[in-house]
């Protein structure tokens, strides 16, 4: 059966060409399915009928049934409105309209019983409605879905100026339901729908826009919402699935003298029980014959980068060349310098590669690579243009993962002919379990849940602009006592003029608190061309510079332990999972470290929350989890919605973890029975997940 659902909206009884560019434009549908998916935000309760003598001044919206009365227009040019009174038994009332007159004036018939819907104002100690939702009473009678809950659809201004307010897209779902209920093929196995006791796919939708009552419409609410996450679970645990029985992967058999030699003699600290538990984890994917695709989460300053060193080590044993790349130069500088002092003595070849290489310098790196001379590339995104090609690649990290699309990931993968190497994926971004399990269901995860010994958690204060002289004194004292200090300026794109302007005015006005020769002052932000930042940075890592004013530049990775404060400069300006990230720059050494927030006095609430939970933990999880209940998880940085193969009408990943849970359940349950869906009755779950496939291609639709 073909499905009628891909039919042009425009042919849509009540829709035509304009109106069908103006849905297209405004809330992007372009067919029947699109509008039917287009689900109401609210319902209102139509089952009490108020009587115009229980309005009181403080009444919201109400339902009034009564009779119409004669037209009047009162006033002329812009101030022309017109007005009609309304009568029930118990008194009447004036109904008021300010625009589309005439439409009104046609449409409706006086001296006729109506049911009207409207919220009353009070003016001048009199009460009038404007603009009422007017039906007829005997359109009421014979309505072909009677519902008792009002759907409220969402709209736009400019729909809402062509009369396409909720009303009318409520009318459209009507002509729409007219015509396909009962033909919309169903989605889901016949044994689910029974298993779990869900309203068919036709009863769910009829009951999502017209509900008979709450208990059909929390059915059809749940099943609408199961089956979104539901589909995203099981598309992502089938691509596990087949990759696990397609991609070959590189067996790494030897732990070498690489490994041992440098575990034994250069391993400057001992390892934490977390980095070993997942440096064992990692082994056991080298060894397992499939490709490993793992992110490893850890808070900052867990210590992942020497998990990544002590895995790259593993590779080159096994005679395979390893990369790390980095969202930023300065950190993929860091990183080489990392790289060369650890591995220093050893016969390991570590190369960097960034944006400004020269192109001398590139075309022998290109050249070492390719036969093999060169064992560990550390670089940027300039590790995936095309010219980069790796003899015989076995190991991908990706630091900071959030910074990389996946699609960035993906080109990565392409780099070796035969067998993709293995992948590693590491992020300081904790991403609450239920959204990894959405997110990355195709992943593995390890998690480093311990910060290495002696660490004293960084202590976070929250200051107001106006109390800057005892954060200066501090800073002062802090100096003294040899430390360095971070002071961090918000850098928002939009603005960046006059970001940069006041990075600047903060960089004299610290010169002037701060006057050499007594102190030293680095400056550092996006704009610097690449040696000047290098200097910069590389001023500040030998302690020649006190203090380090900079934007958001310094947010990932950037190491250096013995700065001990960090200042945020209008800390209201920046996300929760960035504040965090800001402060985990310090907190590096044995020393106490301190992280204060600078503020204006008027914070949004919101602002308030995210400064709050600062100051009261140290956890990235648990920042991480407030972070989404603030912003949800459609604005987590590197969670976008339009990574996830389905688009969410109605479920959401934060409220509905629970069913979130069980749908994982259901489809973990389908694909251990039958990983390929091949039995019959499975053949639909393959059948819609295609169809879905080229649905989500339009991405950027709904923002
Ligand atoms: P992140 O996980 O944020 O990338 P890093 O890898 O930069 O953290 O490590 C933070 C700091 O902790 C570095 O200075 C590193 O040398 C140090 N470090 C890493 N592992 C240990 C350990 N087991 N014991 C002590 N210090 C460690
Ligand atoms: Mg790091």
């Known amino acids: 059966m073909e499905s ?56 919201t919206y109400i339902q009034l049934k009564g009779n119409l009365g004669m037209f009047r227009e009162v006033g002329k040019g ?28 046609k449409s409706l018939k006086p001296g006729t019983g109506y049911l009207l819907f409207g919220k009353p104002v009070f003016f001048n100690r009199q009460i009038s409605i404007p603009h009422p939702e007017l039906e007829s009473l005997e359109k009421v009678e014979k309505q072909a879905f009677p519902s008792i809950f009002q759907a409220v659809y969402p709209t736009t201004e400019r729909m809402k100026s062509s009369y396409l307010h909720s009303k009318a897209i409520q009318k459209l779902q009507q002509h729409l339901l007219q015509k396909v209920y009962r033909r919309i093929p169903e989605t889901l196995p ?4 029974d298993q ?36 995203i679970q ?87 060349q390893a990369c790390l790349m980095a969202p930023t130069e300065i950190l993929a500088q860091q990183h080489h310098q990392t790289f060369s002092r650890m591995l220093d003595g050893l016969p390991v070849h570590v190369k960097l590669l960034t944006g400004s290489t020269r192109a001398t310098d590139r075309s022998t790196l290109h050249e070492e690579l390719l036969e093999g001379r060169l064992d560990i590339l550390i670089g940027t995104h300039a590790l995936i243009e095309d010219s980069v090609n790796f ?55 390890s998690v480093i849940d311990e910060l290495p010994p002696g660490r004293k958690p960084v202590k976070t204060a929250h200051y107001y602009d106006s109390k800057r002289l005892p954060v200066f004194e501090f800073i002062r004292k802090q100096i003294r006592e040899g430390r360095q200090v971070y002071i961090v300026y918000p850098l928002i794109k939009e603005s960046e003029k006059m970001d940069y302007k ?29 040696e000047e930042k290098n200097k910069a940075m590389d001023y500040f890592i030998r302690g020649i510079t006190h203090i380090m004013v900079s934007t958001t530049v310094i947010e990932v990775g950037v190491d250096v332990p013995n700065a001990s404060v960090m200042i945020i400069e209008s800390a209201e300006r920046f996300g929760l999972s960035q504040l965090h990230q800001l402060r985990g720059r310090v907190g590096r050494g044995a ?20 400064i709050d939970t600062m100051v009261h933990t140290n956890d990235g999880f648990e920042i991480a989890e407030v972070d989404l209940k603030l912003r949800g998880p459609g604005d987590m940085e590197g969670t976008q919605q339009s990574g996830l193969p389905v688009t969410l009408h109605i479920a959401n990943l934060v409220k509905d973890v629970k069913i979130l849970e069980h749908a994982r359940h259901v489809a973990e349950d389908i694909l251990e029975k039958d990983p390929l869906l091949q039995k019959p009755e499975n053949k639909i779950l393959q059948t819609t997940l295609s169809e879905m496939k080229n649905q989500t291609h339009d991405w950027g639709k709904i923002s």
């Open 391 to 445: 003899r015989n690649l076995g190991f991908v990290v990706i630091d900071e993962q959030h910074r990389f699309g996946v699609a960035q990931r993906a080109r990565l993968w392409d780099k070796t002919v035969n067998i993709p190497p293995h992948i590693l994926v590491m992020t300081a971004t904790p991403i609450p379990r239920t959204l990894a399990m959405t997110l990355y269901g195709d992943l593995d995860v």
């Open 591 to 610: 020393e106490q470290s301190y992280c204060i927030l600078m503020t204006g006095v008027k914070l949004t609430r919101e602002a308030r929350t995210r």
């Open 78 to 105: 812009h101030k022309k409105r017109l007005t009609a009174i309304f009568t029930d038994e118990t008194g009447s009332i004036e109904l008021v309209w300010f625009r589309g007159i005439r439409y009104i004036q």
């Open 234 to 320: 099981l598309s992502l645990l089938r691509q596990k699935v087949w990759r696990i029985k397609r991609s070959h992967g590189l067996n790494f058999q030897v732990v070498g003298d690489l490994f041992n030699t440098f575990y034994k003699e250069k391993l400057p600290f001992k390892l934490t029980r977390a980095q070993k538990k997942v440096i064992r984890e990692i082994r056991k994917d080298f060894g397992s014959g499939t490709q490993m695709n793992r992110l490893l989460q850890g808070d900052v300053g867990s210590g992942k980068t020497l998990v990544a060193l002590l895995c790259m080590l593993i590779a080159l044993d096994n005679g395979y």
């Open 502 to 530: 006041n990075l600047y005015d903060g960089y004299e006005s610290i010169t002037r608190a701060f006057p050499p020769p007594e102190y030293a002052v680095s400056v550092l932000h996006g704009q610097m061309k690449g």
């Open 4 to 59: 009628p659902l891909h039919t042009d909206i425009q042919f849509l009884p009540g829709v035509g060409p304009k109106r069908a560019a103006l849905l297209r434009q405004e809330l992007g549908i372009t067919t029947f399915g699109d509008l039917l998916y287009h689900f109401p935000f609210k319902y209102i309760d139509r089952t009490r009928i108020y009587t115009i003598q229980e309005i009181r001044s403080d009444s």
């Open 196 to 231: 779990l006791r869900l309203p068919g796919i036709n009863e769910a939708l009829l009951q999502i826009h017209f509900p008979e009552n709450q208990e059909h419409l929390r059915s059809a609410r749940y099943r609408m919402k199961f089956e979104e996450l539901f589909w």
């Open 190 to 193: 016949a044994y689910l729908i």
